[in-house]
């Protein structure tokens, strides 16, 4: 599922609010996060990169990509975009597999 395209001017909000509906439609959204983030660490980690490095790359503190990761903190969607734009992947693909499994 890929959102619609719209202008760019506010593009990154509407893509923002496209995922947030398609998570908060799954009954069991909070495990759809836990697994999105399962998904996005192993990203992580089959590039090499340390969570320092992508945690700047996603203008979060690399404390939080921890707790996030070690599924001791939530993420909110924001946080979630940050990072998979960090890893240069597409948060809608990833939703869209993870909610095919």
Do not use: W
């Not at 192993?42 to 070690?70: D, K, N, P, T, Y």
């Amino acid at each position: 599922m890929t959102p619609p395209q719209y202008d760019n001017s506010h593009s990154s909000a509407r893509k923002e609010l496209f995922y947030y509906c398609e998570v908060l439609k799954n009954p069991n959204y909070e495990e759809l996060v836990a697994k999105v983030v399962r998904r996005l660490r192993l990203e992580r980690e089959q590039q090499g990169r340390s969570m320092s490095a992508v945690a700047r790359a996603a203008g979060i503190s690399q404390s939080i990509v921890s707790l996030i990761e070690h599924d001791l903190r939530s993420p909110t969607l924001e946080t979630l975009l940050r990072l998979a734009d960090a890893l240069e992947v597409d948060l809608g693909k990833l939703i869209t597999l993870t909610l095919k499994k």
